[in-house]
């Protein structure tokens, strides 16, 4: 049974790298008469739960929850379809480079890759930010911590935006990721193979919380409370192709972003936003442990700000130095802010989140 298992866990493995193919639409869809796009499509790089499907963890997945994006431009005819991808950024940036997407949530490394390779896109919003990773292990494992992991069989998914800075917490530790035996899988087949003990850890999001709570699995590891310089970046990019052809849809897009971002960083709606995000499958009580102590405007900021600006940099050389980017990117040519300026402008939002330095200290606000 155990030689089954491991079977199973080995094919897995090699399939967890292949990219999820969806039945989406081909190159861009005809715009209407009036010189506006039929459809907006938007890529989001977690897989959809439930019917109809919702995702968690930014003011992305709140603004499809409450279907804003839909509602901003329905008076105009324009449909809004939203994709998910189990194969997470990797196949975010298939579906991207076969013109299939106008816009994306997915984390800094996926994105950075298809950058570096040559994809002509724009980041316009940050969402999703400052997320914590965790270490778990089988209950009874010796391993204490993360200096305890050279030459154990470790669970990374790789190609995500967890990948970087799981390499900065082994660099912390003095470690590298060829010490381990480090295993691609994606976030369900992990939980799989924990329970099972076919691996002797896994990095992973708070999805490992669920194991602890059933004794199956033991944390010894978190960012939370720590440097955020390990925790993980996500943001909103456009293709360059849709904004150029469709300048004030963007705009829209990342205003109406905006605004999900200023309601669902209130601390008046913290339960709100929790228990939407918990029917994706994550208990609320994890997200509430999660967000424990921390203000909603630090996490859900949608402000490229020094903070975050130095993690994307820091995110091209890491991807440049491990070779999982063919080429250097300029992060300052990449970000467009002109659209989230313009709308924090009209919003009176200038002052309302949090800045941080490049340090994570806050600077002000």
């Given amino acids: 049974m155990q030689q089954d298992r491991r079977s199973v866990l080995k094919q897995l493995a090699a399939g967890s790298a292949a990219l999820l193919t969806l039945p989406l639409h081909g190159a861009r869809a005809a715009a209407t ?90 980041l316009v919003l940050a969402t999703g930010v400052r997320s914590n990773i965790y270490l778990a292990v089988p209950p009874d494992s010796p391993i204490q911590s993360v200096k305890d992991l050279r030459g154990k069989r470790v669970a990374i998914f790789k190609g995500t935006n967890a990948q970087l800075p799981i390499n900065r917490v082994l660099e912390a530790n003095g470690l590298q990721e060829r010490d381990l035996r480090s295993i691609n899988l994606d976030q369900a087949t992990t939980l799989a193979a924990l329970s099972t003990k076919d691996i002797d850890a896994a990095f992973g999001n708070i999805n490992l ?79 509430r442990e999660d967000y424990e102590g921390q203000p909603l405007r630090v996490r859900i900021n949608p402000n490229f700000d020094p903070f975050l600006i130095a993690r994307y940099k820091d995110s091209v050389e890491q991807a440049y130095r491990f070779k999982l980017s063919r080429a250097r990117v300029d992060v300052d040519q990449w970000i467009d802010q002109r659209y989230l300026q313009a709308a924090l402008k009209e919003l009176k939002l200038e002052t309302y989140w949090p800045i941080f330095q490049a340090n994570g200290k806050i600077l002000g606000a």
């Fill in 33 to 122: 008469g009036n010189g506006q796009p039929a459809t907006i499509r938007i890529g989001v790089a977690q897989p959809g739960i439930g019917n109809p499907p919702v995702f968690s963890g930014s003011s992305a997945a709140v603004a499809h929850a409450k279907g804003w994006v839909e509602e901003e431009f329905k008076a105009d005819g324009i449909k809004v379809e939203w994709f998910f991808f189990k194969g997470a950024g990797p196949a975010v940036n298939e579906a991207l480079t076969n013109q299939q997407l106008d816009f994306a949530f997915q984390g800094d490394l996926p994105a950075i890759v298809a950058r570096a390779a040559g994809l002509k896109t724009k």
């Fill in 209 to 287: 919380l669920r194991l602890r709570d059933k004794n199956a699995a033991r944390i010894v590891y978190s960012s939370k409370g720590g440097s955020p310089i390990f925790t993980t970046q996500s943001h909103v990019l456009v293709t360059e192709e849709f904004a150029q052809q469709y300048p004030e849809i963007t705009a829209r897009v990342v205003k109406t972003f905006v605004k999900t971002s200023k309601w669902a960083s209130d601390e008046v709606n913290r339960e709100e936003v929790l228990r939407l995000w918990a029917k994706a499958g994550t208990p609320y009580e994890h997200w």
